[in-house]
């Protein structure tokens, strides 16, 4: 509905096509000159007599790496594992199946026993390195892109729909490869694009770190936007099997690889299928190893230019730059990278576009016009604003431009929300704020962490386009407190919210090692010291130490197993009693305690839990019965209760690894840690569901058998009240028995409250909205009513 009000329609028919002199007007005719437009982007013929000599040199070069035949039998080569396939399908999200119509849906009802069928299945392709022609086969379905003329064949966008089955085993093999380039550290640094716990943030805080410091030294930074031509669709395969070869993969995952990017055929389907072609070059579109793919092709791009250069990487959009005071040796030094990243794209097959390539100038200087930059002896346009992931950037910094534009695309959608409400009649507040959350708030979120440096006059532009939105939200009058309109509808103010999304950005550092690009912005640094500047690199620290979390530990962002996941294996867990809950009363001990008896006899129980005060004390137990073994720690105070469940889960394994009980049973009453074992999926604590399934393996390697089962809490079951109990004595210890780090969840749950804290500080010494202080005096919560009329009228008396 917002995009029709806004004008955007789409459209499912397909007009009559137009290329050259040439008109289609039935459905096959339409579907066969779409799929040649198609192919013909990944044609060798797009490239010159040039380019061609070059790939050609590249292959000479590297002949005999591509001809040696080894089969390794290391853990990358190794079989795939129930595991992995399990992983694989609890990853696989419902979309439009490929040729077979096989979906993942179908897949996921599948018995045990038939997974394991499949697995051979899958096992025997990665022992043969020859996959089913049917999967190399794509239906393309054209999209038409916005804005565009639907006569014409290249303005529709092609979607992929690729055998789902293809796309299981594709999961599993991205998973293996991932790990093994992550682990070695083969990717680059400054590589952001496709990598967990990174984002488009990570290049432009880098750069806009850089230009600050330029403007504090008066010095100028000369930035270089890369874009290359037709970067996925032109990919070349024999390259990147090159690459895959220099880094030490061979064996099944080479092969496999290799014959997965062979003989790919495409087909366009408008009411029926078009005929079939071939493609030539580039990753296949829409799979599930495409951008891992394209990621180690392109890795390398910056690799050979000189220490002193910025530069950054997120998938295709690449970006140099170098900081100085004299800009002419700042332009000779960034002509010298442009030559030797131009000596890059013809040895690996790619091109970069002359007209899309931008340099731009970040000076405060009058830069003389002589100085130009060049690319295959063209010369390189200069502007004065560019658009880099998402942000305008001008030449002084000052995000004027950007931040206008944001307001004018707000506006739209105030219009929109205007058409949806009157003072008696309309939409109620409630969906007006999602409308305001989803297509105002989350426009001003992203990027606020680097545009936030802007002048306090241009971020009240922003402000202003809040305060509307609310007003129409509550029906609020044009003289309404701005301070009250926020509380009214317990909506953070901007300046608060962009402090919260940068503290959260802080929190997803520190759980990085070195290896980040933007750890760098976290160093101290003398420009800080000798100017005071509202960006994020200075005033980062700050606001940290002012919330009290300087010192505090952060667990890993991204955790690496020390073994291959490919040796783990699914954990074993009843949740029949949790089941049976939904529907039966289990509030009878004796009951669970049968079941448990009866069930698991000869099993060795062992019952976890834990416990947080009031004070945010942490305790965690497991308590053995048969062998008398009551255990309890205190831990780090302030974590979250699935924190300290997860570590009583850690500790009763630990146990059972130094005891070696043949079979064991371990009874917990939290369904949140039990689902995460289950799925091998904790979005929270990735770190201690790592640490679980290692010491599960360690324990499995022995032979010995643990499974786990979830229990009722508080229904007198003795060994569950057992730990309970030395749960809560273990949190009024006064000493930490165990240092927990905190996720970042657990951080930023500290951040909003402290965020949260300072406005409620404002609002108590706000000299504004005094009437509605004296009704409502604490933050954070929105009234809602039964229809807009009265909603309007109570907020009017309110205000």
């Known amino acids: 509905m917002i995009k029709r009000m806004n004008g955007i329609r789409r459209e499912y028919g397909y007009p009559v096509l137009k290329d050259g002199n040439v008109i289609v007007v039935t459905e096959e005719e339409k579907a066969n000159m779409l799929v040649k437009k198609f192919v013909k982007v990944h044609s060798c013929n797009n490239l ?24 390794n039998n290391d853990l990358l080569n190794s079989p795939f594992s129930l595991f992995e396939l399990n992983n694989a399908l609890g990853k ?97 640094k400054c590589q952001s694009g496709f990598r967990k716990g990174r984002s488009t943030m990570d290049p432009l805080l880098c750069l806009e770190h850089e230009i600050r ?74 799979s599930i190893v495409s951008p891992l793919f394209f990621s180690i092709v392109i890795n390398d791009m910056f690799d050979n230019l000189e220490s002193g250069m910025g530069f950054s990487l997120f998938a295709d959009d690449g970006a140099i730059w170098k900081r100085g005071k004299n800009l002419k040796f700042i332009v000779k030094k960034i002509q010298e990278a442009i030559s030797i990243i131009e000596d890059w794209s013809f040895k690996w097959g790619f091109k970069i576009s002359i007209d899309k390539t931008k340099t731009l100038f970040f000076t405060r200087k009058k830069a003389s016009e002589n100085l130009k930059l060049q690319i295959y002896n063209h010369e390189l346009e200069r502007v004065r604003e560019f658009k880099f992931l998402g942000l305008w950037l001008d030449e002084k910094l000052t995000w004027e431009n950007h931040i206008q534009k944001v307001v004018n695309k707000c506006k739209r959608v105030l219009n929109v929300m205007r058409c949806l409400v009157g003072s008696e009649w309309g939409a109620e507040r409630k969906a007006l704020k999602s409308i305001y959350t989803g297509l105002i708030r989350s426009v001003f979120d992203y990027g606020s962490i680097v545009f936030g440096s802007a002048s306090d006059t241009l971020l009240k532009k922003l402000d202003s386009i809040q305060y509307q939105a609310l007003r129409l939200c509550t029906g609020a009058v044009r003289t309404t407190p701005t301070s009250a309109l926020l509380i009214e509808m317990g909506e953070m103010p901007l300046n608060l919210r962009r402090l919260q999304l940068k503290s959260n950005y802080w929190c997803n550092l520190k759980g990085h090692d070195g290896n980040h690009p933007c750890q760098d912005i976290l160093k101290s640094s003398w420009e800080k010291e000798k100017k005071k500047l509202n960006s994020f690199g200075w005033e980062i620290e700050n606001v940290i130490k002012d919330f009290g979390l300087s010192g505090i530990n952060i667990s890993q962002t991204v955790p690496l197993s020390p073994v291959y996941p490919s ?37 060795v129980q062992v019952f976890t839990d834990a416990s947080k005060n009031s004070n945010s004390s942490n305790g965690v137990s497991f308590i053995v019965p048969e062998f008398k073994v009551k255990k309890c720690k205190r831990i780090t105070d302030g974590v979250s209760v699935y924190t300290g469940e997860m570590m009583g889960i850690i500790l009763a394994l630990g146990w059972i690894e130094e005891v070696r009980p043949l079979r064991s049973i371990v009874c917990s009453d939290s369904s949140s840690s039990l689902y995460s ?65 905190f996720s970042r969840e657990e951080i930023k749950s500290i951040i909003k409250q402290k965020v949260k804290e300072r406005w409620q500080r404002q609002w108590e010494e706000d000299r504004t909205g005094r009437w509605l202080y004296s009704i409502q005096r604490k933050v954070g919560a929105m009234r809602r009513t039964r229809n807009r009329k009265e909603e309007t009228v109570i907020s009017r008396l309110r205000f």
């Open 677 to 741: 074992l289950k799925n091998n999926h904790a979005i929270s604590r990735p770190d201690l569901l790592l640490e679980i399934q290692l010491i599960t393996y360690r324990i499995q390697a022995m032979g010995l058998l643990v499974i786990f089962t979830w229990i009722p809490s508080h229904i007198g079951l003795r060994g569950n009240e057992l730990a309970d109990k030395y749960a809560k004595l273990a949190s009024k210890y006064s000493d930490i028995d165990i240092l927990v780090p």
């Open 567 to 603: 040796l783990f294996h699914n954990n074993v867990v009843d949740l029949t009693l949790l089941e049976k809950r939904k529907g039966e009363n289990i509030s009878d001990p004796y009951l669970v305690q049968s079941y448990l008896d009866s069930k698991y006899y000869g099993y």
């Open 92 to 188: 696989s999200k419902n979309s439009s199946p490929g040729k077979d119509n096989i979906s993942y849906i179908m897949v996921n009802k599948l018995s045990n026993s038939s997974k394991k069928v499949l697995l051979e299945f899958y096992n025997k392709i990665w022992e043969v390195g020859i996959l089913p022609l049917a999967w190399k086969e794509a239906i393309i379905v054209p999209i038409l892109k916005p804005g565009k003329d639907q006569s014409n064949p290249a303005s529709y966008r092609p979607i992929a729909l690729t055998s789902h089955i293809c796309k299981i085993m594709e999961r599993m093999v991205n998973e293996r490869l991932s790990y093994f380039v992550e682990k070695r550290g083969y990717l680059s």
């Open 213 to 286: 410091k330029g403007q504090v030294n008066k010095e100028s930074v000369v930035a270089v936007f890369f874009d290359i031509e037709k970067a996925y669709d032109m990919m070349w395969k024999d390259g990147f099997l090159i690459k895959l070869k220099k880094m030490g993969i061979n064996g099944s995952m080479f092969y496999w690889i290799k014959d997965f990017l062979q003989d790919r055929s495409i087909q366009v389907r408008i009411g029926q299928l078009s005929e079939k072609f071939f493609v030539e070059n580039g990753t296949p579109q829409g």
């Open 48 to 71: 010159s007599a040039e380019e061609n000599r070059r790939r050609n040199c590249t292959i000479n070069e590297n002949v005999n790496l591509l001809e040696e035949n080894v089969r």
